[in-house]
């Protein structure tokens, strides 16, 4: 192996041990995985899931305001709420303006919801037992700081 194939792959080895960004993605995909299956029988997918659970926080919502609250670009938002409004979940309506939409669940949003809880329940349950409430606490306070840090 030669001096620049050697350079390569010390620095490739650095990112697949030391990037926060592809460590987070595996992480992130790992974790999906369970919530994607545990939430399967509701025919709701993880992306999906915490768009019903936020507008069942905030009631009707403004689009933009909605994506903001979920850290999404409008456009990946947007993209996830149409298989939502296709299966009667999610309304999206004009607003106050033209400019503006805003989207709220159903009746058979809210029903779809209620379901889908007791299934989310089950897999955070799962992970909770697997790395433990306090670590899995701590993990969530770390990453909030380090994304409130990276959006400076």
């Given amino acids: 192996m030669n001096s620049d194939e050697r350079t390569l792959q010390e620095a490739c080895s650095r990112v697949v041990a030391e990037c926060a960004c592809e460590g987070l993605r595996r992480t ?3 974790v999906t995985q369970i919530y994607e299956d545990a939430l399967a029988p509701s025919g709701l997918r993880a992306t999906q899931f915490p768009i019903l659970v936020g507008l069942a926080a ?3 919502v403004p689009v933009t305001r909605l994506a903001e609250a979920l850290g999404l670009d409008r456009t990946t938002l947007t ?10 979940l999610i309304a999206i309506a004009d607003g106050e303006d033209r400019r503006t939409r805003v989207v709220a669940l159903t009746d058979q949003g809210r029903r779809s919801l209620a379901e889908a809880l007791g299934m989310w329940e089950r897999a955070q349950a799962s992970v909770e037992d697997r790395f433990g409430h306090r670590s899995l606490q701590r993990l969530h306070d770390e990453l909030s700081r380090l994304t409130d840090i990276v959006r400076v």
């Fill in 28 to 30: 992130a995909r790992a």
């Fill in 79 to 88: 993209r996830n709420m149409r298989a939502l409004v296709d299966q009667g």
């Fill in 58 to 60: 905030a009631g009707p």
